[in-house]
Structures are given as C-alpha cells and as structure tokens.
C-alpha cells in the first residue's frame, strides 16, 4: 500500500491525501518521498487539474515528522562517502518542496503555476510543517489539540527540509527562533496568529479545495521569488539584522554553553543562508544539515531521544505473553509532595485515584496540589472548568484505608523507613484484592528487602518516580528478586498510561538512577575538599550539557538528604562502606545548619526569598584554596567518569539488562549530557580503548574509584563499541 495517494474531482482539484499504512500519525519515507513527487509531476503536467490540495488521511494529524532511522539507513548503506549520499538526499528533498512552491510557474513571468494548498487536519510536526511550508496556502482545522512546529532541535537536529530557509525569510530570524531554537510547538490559532499558517477553519480540506478554485498566479509567488523582496527584521548586513544575530549567538551559547552542535549549525545555516539567494540558501542550509548528521553527538541524540525513547515507551521490554494491564483504580499511600503529584499525573490519565494519608488535612493538602496545579492552567488558559472539576472528581482523599478496596494497583510514597513501609505493606495488604500489584516508590531502599513485608512478593515492585512528578519525564521500575512478569507488565502498561519514559531495572542499593548521580555529585564535592574553586566545578559541569554542577545540585536537593543518604548507606554497608570525604564536607554543612537553599544557607548565599546571590566563600577558611587549580578538562574528566564508570558497573551487574534504558534514563533521570546520547552512546563517541586509557590515568591519580570495569577494559581490548556489541540484544529487546 502506497503512503501517498491521489484523486481527481471533477472540479479539476486533485486531493493528494498522505496516509502511512500501520501508523497512527504519518511519518515521512523513502518510498513516500518518491510518490509525492511522482504525484506532483503529474498533477502538474495534467491539463484537466487545476489546483492540488495535501491532506492527511489521519484523524486529528498531518504528520510526526521524517522517519529519523531512514537517515542512519542513508548513512550505513553509503559506503566510503556518507557525507555526499546524505547531501543528495536532503536536496533530492529540497528539489521536490521547490518543485511544489513554484507549481510549473514561468521562471520570469512567475505565471502559468498551478495553487497547491494544504490542509492540516490537525498536528503537523517537522516534515509535516516543511512540506505545508513549500505549499501556496495553509490551512488547519481548528483543533485545539493540534501542535504545529518544528522540534528537531530537541532531538539533535534542525529543520532540513527547507523549514529552516522558509521559515527565517517568512517571519524573520528573531521571531522564527522560538520556533527553530527552541522546538516550540503551536496551537493553530498561535501558529497563525504568529504568520506560521494562514487559516485557521473547521473543514480545511473544503477550505483549501475553494481557495485553489479562486487563486491568482499573484497568489502563488512566495515573497521570497517576487522582486525587491527583503527580509523581516534585516538581514545580516542590516544594522538591526545584525543585531538580532549576535543576539541570537549570545543567546544560544548562553543557553547551551557550547555543548550541543546542532544550535550552532543552525545558526550557521541561517546567517550564512541569509546573505545569498533563496536557491543558494537550500543549498547551505542542505550543507549544515549533513554536517550536524554526521556529528557522533546527532546521530547519538536521534538513537537516545528518538528511536531508542520511542521504543521503551511503545513496550519494548514489557514481558511477552502478559494480557493488558492498564490501572483502572490506583491508591496512593502518602500525601506529601511525591504522593500528590503521582495523584496529580494519573488523574491527568483519567484514572481513579484514592490519596492515603495519616488524617483528613494531610489527604486534603495533597489533593489540593493537583487543584492549584489545574488554576494554574486555567489562568494560562490550557485547561477549563469542566476538565478541573473532573480531574479533581478523579481523587478520593482520606485517611480511610478501607476504600483502596477494589484498586488494582497500590503505590506507596511514605517515609522512607523500611519499618514505616512495612507496617504500610501488611496494613494495606489486608484490605486490597489478591491481585493487586503493591509498589514502593523508594528512590534508595532495596525492592527486595521491601518486599519481604509482603504476603505476594512476586507481585511487589519499584516504582520510582522523579520530582516534581508532574514535569520529570522519567519512572524507573524496579524488579525485586522474587518480582513477577504481571507486576512488571502492571508498571509499565500504568507508566504508559500517564505518558511518561519506563525504564526497567533489576534491585540493587540506589537502583541505577541515583547509583550514578551520587558519585557525581560526590566528586564534586571531593573538589571542593582539594580546594578546587566552586564556580569551576559547576561550570565544567555545565560546559558538559549537565543542567546543573554538582554543587549547586547539592543546595537543589538540601544537603542534609545527603548526610542522611550518606549515614543510612554506611549502616547498610558496614565496613564495605567507602569512606569519603565528601561524607566530611557534607556533614560539617549540616552541622552548622547550610543546609541549602530551604535554609537559604548552603553552598551558596541566598537573598530572602531564595535566589543564589553568589557561592559561599565562609567554605575556603575549612577547604582552602590550592594554588594550582586543576584544568576544565580535568574537572570534567572527573565528573563524567565518575558516572559512566557505575553505567557501565550496572550493565555489568545485571542492573541494567538494556543499554538503552541505561542512555535514555541518564538523560531524562538526571540530565546526563543530552548531547552525548547517554553515558554508553558517550563511551563509544569517546572510543573504549581511550575510555580505558583515561580510566588508569584517573585511577593513579585520584583512587580506585576510578578502576577500569573489565568489561570496558575487554571491549577495549577488542575494538568494540557497546551498541555494536549490544545491538543485537537491543534489537531482539
């Protein structure tokens, strides 16, 4: 079945509909690229038609996008010179989108051009705004569901089906940035109201079928083909387009620090675009677009953010064999900030909900998180009063354990004491079906120590949310020992249904998240103890792609949940316990009440109502600063080694069962440089024979904690990379 079809009215309007057989939303192909233009060249070369109009056979959508893995194809498949076989293809597109946006025009005159319209009948994302974008007209249904952008920069990319060429000239550099630097996506009416698309109606295909019937060849120029034509807001040369692009660099190494390459082709490809003709600017923009694909760091973002995220969202390691599990009613134990916003996102899922906590004002308060969430968005106007009070209707708070009775899940988000937890586990244990799924949402306790409180331990399981619940995008399940398929089916199939990120592991002390971010965060700390300047620390960290240093995490996450992290792993461990001293640094604040920025006291000093005025220097006077102060990239050596080393130690263990979990949760669980792809994606940019190298560097120089895993050490050894190695099991996951 072909991806794009065509029918001719007997008005003379041909309706090219784009309708991905086996796909909920369109995405683009190979194949579908051939036949849109083959439809194109005869529709243009057909007497009888007078106009086309490109629609979607999809409900409510245009199109997703380009299928991403067809670029590795291009590239994998090319030989000696991939560079060159993926520049042909981009312009093999770029002359299909021209073919259409001059429709058979005379070259001179610009007359004789028959109208193509589109017609959105709802999202239209990268490709499917790049193709609309070629076309004379467009128009989209009024669909307040609809998002209207470009967002491949979030995955590494920029637009390189003309978007970004089209777009700069049509709005101008500064008010396309949003769109291209930020990946904004849009309601309809936003996107017209900001020039994007032309119409906003509620039958866009009837719309756009009489717009084709009445146009005038004047209708069919693009400002950028009639004469005299000058770019909204200035050019380059142009004393405020030259402003608005050392702005625009200001601003993106602002944001970025430099660590990702994609802004900077971007960039590159408008600036350098806008001094020349639209032809040429294709041409550059299909330069820049090669360039970032054969950026290590593009093609490991696309793998990570895109195929490999895709991929663990749509059940990639859900257990075969297992009926659906979708959660019909869920109890939440404990009503503080994880518990409300764990009720928040599942009631946002249409899921029954009943919040648990000691008394009526504690249930009350946490449900009352989910109801200030909602005012917010009715004062942003995204959400209405129906859908409050039914969002709020979802939620049942009181401190009443007998009406979890009919729940087929139980998430506990206690304190986070074992003999708290248990006494939860027996009590709700009594009340809830047989087969119900009981899960803990520990971030640190062992799932199989939780779960010898329980009477059904293979339907006891992890699941560990991040805060805020509501706007982090990962869950990290945990397999306990005697943890069954259908409590693992359970969490994932309920992590689905809120629409966030699964990753599963299998139980071992701090899992796999915060078994890599803690010693990230301690050697931060052991710099500070060396006397290595705060603000290099921080800053090396965030010249990595990391969100924040590890420093000021510290004040984020309040520095005595670290002492209190620190003491209960070294009771757990006894004398295995690696003595640190970081543990020092860390106890001396809290001693002294720093506890971070809830005391507005910590690493930093802070004004009264919270925000950092600068690092605290009162620290040097215990950690004195070394004269010679360690290299950038010494620093942030230490810093990424530190995380990697335990990625790999988990892959190695068994936590991890999945290299792709391990990449993807890094980025979503704790920011890991998105740039890189994830610690193993990074590993193998970086090569393991160098990794191994460093490794030893390190370890003299700093301790053990830096050994080499064998297992690097051996693919070292071999010339292998990890998705080479573990590809195969990926692709069989």
Known sequence: MADFTMTKGDDGVAIITWDVPGKSMNVMRFDGMRELNALIDEALADDSVKGIVITSGKEGSFAGGMDLTQLAVIRDQAGDDPAA??????????????????????????????????????????????????????????????????????????????????????????????LLLEGKMMTPEKAKAAGVIDEVVDDPVAAAREWVLNAKDSD???????????????????????????????????????????????????????????????????RWFTNLLMNPSSSAMVRSLFVNKEALEKGAVRPAGIPDQRVKKLGVLGAGMMGAGIALVSAQAGIEVVLIDRDQQSADRGK??????????????????????????????????????????????????????????????????????????????????????????????????????????????????????????????????????PIVVNDARFFYANRCIIPYINEGLRMVTEGVKMPLIDHAAEQLGFPVGPIQLNDETSIDLGAKIARATKAAMGDAYPESPADDLIFWMEEIGRLGRKAKAGFFEYDEKGKRLGYWHGIEEKYPLAAEQPSLREVQDRLMFAQVLEAVRALEEGVLMDIREGDVGAILGWGFAPWSGGPFSWLDIVGAAYAAERCDQLEAKYGERFKC??????????????????GEQAKAA
Request: charged share 25%.
């Open 85 to 178: 076989a993926l520049f042909d293809f981009t312009m093999q597109g770029h002359q299909m989108l021209r073919k259409i946006e001059l429709a058979g025009m005379d070259p001179k005159t610009k007359k004789g051009g028959k109208p193509i319209a589109a017609a959105l009948p709802g999202t239209a994302a990268g490709i499917g705004l790049e193709l609309p974008l070629a076309c004379h007209r467009i128009f989209a249904a009024n669909n307040p569901k609809a998002r209207i952008g470009l967002p491949e920069i979030l995955v590494g990319l920029f637009p390189g089906g003309g978007g970004t060429t089209r777009l700069v000239r049509k709005l101008g550099a500064m008010a396309a940035a949003p």
């Open 220 to 286: 069919l120029v693009k400002p950028w083909d009639a004469k005299g034509y000058k770019m909204p807001g200035g050019a380059p040369y142009h004393p405020a387009g030259f402003m608005t692009f050392v702005g625009a660099n200001v601003m993106v190494n602002g944001k970025t620090k430099g660590a990702y390459p994609a802004p900077k082709a971007l960039l590159s490809a408008v600036y350098e675009g806008a001094l020349v003709d639209f032809d040429t600017a294709l041409r550059i923009e299909a």
């Open 368 to 501: 009352a998180y989910t109801e200030a969430y909602l005012d917010k968005g009715m004062k942003r106007g995204k959400v209405t009063a129906e859908k409050k009070e039914a969002m709020l209707n979802l939620i049942t708070a009181t401190p009443d354990l007998e009406r979890l009775e009919g729940c087929d899940l139980i998430i506990e988000a206690v304190f986070e004491d074992p003999a708290v937890k248990a006494d939860m586990t027996r009590k709700v244990e009594a009340i809830i079906p047989e087969d119900c799924i009981f899960a803990s949402n520990t971030s640190t306790l062992p799932i199989t120590e939780l779960a010898k409180a329980s009477k059904r331990p293979d339907q006891f399981i992890g699941i560990h949310f991040f805060s805020p619940v509501e706007k982090m995008a990962l869950v990290e399940i945990i397999k306990g020992r005697e943890t069954g398929d259908r409590a693992v089916a359970k969490a994932l199939d309920y992590v689905r249904q809120i629409r966030k990120t």
């Open 709 to 726: 895993p064998a297992l690097l050490r051996e693919m070292a050894e071999k010339g292998q990379t990890f998705y080479g190695r573990f």
